[in-house]
């Protein structure tokens, strides 16, 4: 474009330098326009032999070019950068996985136990030393919760968890109703075995009672010796609590009829449960001192159904409910009316009866008895002996070995031969437990 011997007007600062000593070389810093183009130049001396600048030597790339290469070597550049954001990305998504979902899993696991629910392990696998930690110590809480449930009422502690409350001491007025149970001739039972079979006895017999009395959403209050107490109605609501106590009662019955008949097969002698259940307002919380409680209900409620527990024993049944339980579950059992009765440590007389089955649970015969020696005790209480002596008799020929038709057959022809005075009401104050 330029021959030899032309003059060349647009000299750079970077051609210019090139001629200068101390000659090197020299490139153009930014892009510089001529007749010819926009270039980016550089210049290089060419020497002679003795060391003397013979010419300078000139390279020029046009701007297109460098554009182009710069394109080139950007989208190179901008495509391995993608590629390698990529491939960080996915590793990071694999490794925020690797960490998350144990963590996920962790949470699930204390949402669970939020609710108390304790069951069951969550296998946690876990590269960071840290999430395996709270695995470690979330586990060990697990544990400790599932042996403090064994102590204190599960939905106790739930409610507690759930409401973020912490337990402190005070009691309120609710209407429960409670359960006392005793096996009758224990001491006979515990004379015939060791200490390590006495308790292995035991444990089987504690879990098919527990068992029926959770199952029908009851609280175990505390167990005494072969003895246990329990009630409804607290800590969850429980708007027919007198029948899932009766119901409760009633399959412990059922399923220690199996326990008690293989012990018998065993060896040991016939053995029964006695069982006592009262409905009325008491008190219910945690009694004790600040740094110890107990989660128990108080009142007269509870007194009493710990008589009629005690009362089986006198009349050679197994469950007797009082007046207020039978009111209620009325429409859901098979009951009779026992006796009307002032129980030890009380002044005022109240109904029992004894429980029988679930509604409709008995044969004919049966059922026609029961109405018969209801029909009798009300003959009983209106004066009329002759006539309910004729039924107690009728009912004892057909059931010798039942005791309660026995006891009113007695009575009666003992008012027959003694009448009592006018103001009788019928109340039998009863001296023992």
């Known amino acids: 474009m330029s021959h030899i011997g032309d003059k060349y007007k647009n ?32 210049f290089a001396p060419v020497f002679r032999k003795d060391g003397e600048l013979e010419a300078v030597l000139g390279m020029d790339m046009s701007a297109a070019k460098v554009v182009a290469y710069e394109r080139h070597y950007l989208l190179i550049i901008s495509f391995y950068s993608l590629l390698a954001c990529a491939v960080i990305v996915i590793f990071a998504l694999l490794l925020s996985r690797r960490i998350s979902r144990p963590l ?29 930690n709270m695995e470690h110590a979330l586990g060990n809480m697990k544990k400790g919760l599932r042996s403090f449930r064994k102590y204190v009422p599960a939905d106790l502690v739930s409610e507690l968890i759930v409401f973020k409350k912490e337990a402190d001491l005070g009691v309120e007025k609710r209407d429960l109703s409670i359960f006392f149970s005793d096996i009758s001739d224990f001491t006979t039972l515990c004379e015939r075995m060791s200490a390590e079979e006495l308790i292995q006895h035991l444990d089987v017999y504690f879990e098919g009672m527990a068992g029926a009395i959770m199952e029908h959403r009851g609280t175990i209050d505390k167990f005494i010796g072969d ?10 609501l429980l708007d027919n609590h007198a029948v899932s106590a009766c119901l409760a009662a009633l399959q412990c019955q059922r399923r220690l009829d199996l326990i008690f008949e293989k012990w018998a097969r065993g060896g040991l002698p016939p053995m029964k449960t006695r069982i006592g259940i009262n409905t009325g307002e008491a008190l219910v919380g945690n009694v004790g001192y600040k740094d110890r409680f107990s989660y128990t209900v108080l009142g007269d409620p509870v007194n009493i159904a710990s008589r009629l527990e005690g009362l089986n024993k006198f009349y050679g049944t197994r469950i007797i409910i009082g007046e207020s339980t039978y009111s209620m579950a009325e429409s859901r059992i098979e009951a009779r009316l026992l006796d009307r009765v002032v129980v030890k440590g009380k002044t005022e007389g109240v109904r029992v009866y004894e429980l029988i089955s679930e509604k409709g649970d008995v044969d004919p015969d049966l059922r026609n008895d029961l109405r018969l020696f209801n029909e009798a005790m009300e003959l009983s209480s209106n004066r009329k002996w002759s006539e309910a002596v004729r039924i107690f008799e009728e009912l004892t020929a057909r059931r010798p070995a039942d005791r309660p038709a026995r006891i009113q057959r007695d009575r ?12 009788w009401t019928g109340v039998v104050v009863l001296t023992e437990k």
Not at 15 to 30: D, G, S
Not at 227 to 236: D, E, L, R
């Open 11 to 42: 000299v750079t600062p970077a051609l210019h330098a090139a001629f200068t000593a101390p000659h090197r070389v020299q490139v153009e810093e930014e892009f510089n326009t001529d007749k010819w183009g926009v270039w980016v130049s550089s």
């Open 104 to 132: 996920l899993n962790l949470a699930d696991d204390m949402g669970r136990i939020q609710h108390f629910q304790l069951d069951g392990e969550t296998p946690v696998t876990s590269i960071v030393y840290e999430v395996r």
């Open 227 to 236: 003895a246990i107490m329990a009630f409804w109605g607290v800590p969850g």
């Open 412 to 423: 009666c022809v003992g008012h027959l031969a003694s009448p009592p005075p006018e103001d």
